[in-house]
């Protein structure tokens, strides 16, 4: 077991690769940096204390054992892959101060259910268990064991930076009518997606957006085929583009017209 009072280090891993241990206690601590407990993976216990800032990427990479977080109020910045590879971790609740998220936080948590929100927090809110922003325009996170299927849900505008990133379990996704943007490498190293429906409200699709999803089949577009080629997206392999009334798979596709394949 390991207590830190009010201990700030600056080197990365400090405890990286301490395979016995099992609990931690913070107090006063105001960052963990990148890797600082990377590969604990009997670590099972965190008790972050107060005053804790910020948790860099890696912080908390591959500790397999650990099931639950409770976050400290104090918190505020969240760095991609923080706590990437906890294999065991079900759910999580971001506190009420936290107002910087940079997904994917929880990549490659693929137990991981639910992100929850406190409801003081200004900044985020979850939706049925799935990140966004305060205002539900900016969806910020997916968690991994979320769902197979998942229907964006209406108010959203924009699919954020690596939200759905490396997810290994998504097939289908309906982006429903209003999104306009989704970010780069949102829907990356999805290799079950299948099928994906965008809305004819889509004005941009960023670089990676859809790469290394080495099993996508289809896009059913609900725009023309002059509004999808202006979109200039390119795929990393054969993907057939279809056009349809309604991208929706909560209903049958009707009236498909094929744009490419």
Known sequence: NVKLEAA?????????????????????????TNYTFADCTELNNVNFGNGLLSIKEGAFYNCTSLKTLSLPDSLRTLDAKAFEGCASLETVCLPANVDAVTAPVFY??????KIDVTAENTN??????????????????????????????????????????????????????????????????????????????????????????????AVFFGGTEQEWYRL??????????????????????????VVNG
């Not at 490659?108 to 259910?113: A, G, K, S, V, Y």
């Not at 997206?233 to 017209?257: G, R």
């Open 108 to 113: 490659r948590c693929n137990q991981l259910e």
């Open 8 to 32: 700030n280090y600056s080197e990365d891993g400090v405890f990286a690769g301490c395979l016995n241990l099992k609990s931690v206690e913070l107090n006063g601590t105001k960052q963990l």
């Open 232 to 257: 200039g997206y390119y795929f990393d392999h054969n993907v057939d583009v279809y056009l349809i009334k309604e991208p929706s798979f909560a209903k049958q596709l009707t009236d498909v017209s």
């Open 124 to 217: 985020y809110k979850s939706i049925d268990g799935v990140l966004y922003s305060a205002d539900g325009s900016t969806l910020v996170e997916f968690p991994a064991a979320k769902a197979a299927g998942y229907r964006v849900p209406t108010g959203t505008t924009e699919i954020g930076a690596r939200a759905f990133y490396g997810n290994p379990y998504l097939q289908i996704v309906s982006v429903s009518k209003g999104v306009q943007r989704i970010k780069e490498d949102a829907f990356a190293g999805c290799k079950e997606l299948q099928y994906i429906a965008l809305p004819s409200t889509l004005t941009e699709i960023e670089y990676g957006a859809l790469d290394e999803s080495e099993y996508l089949e």
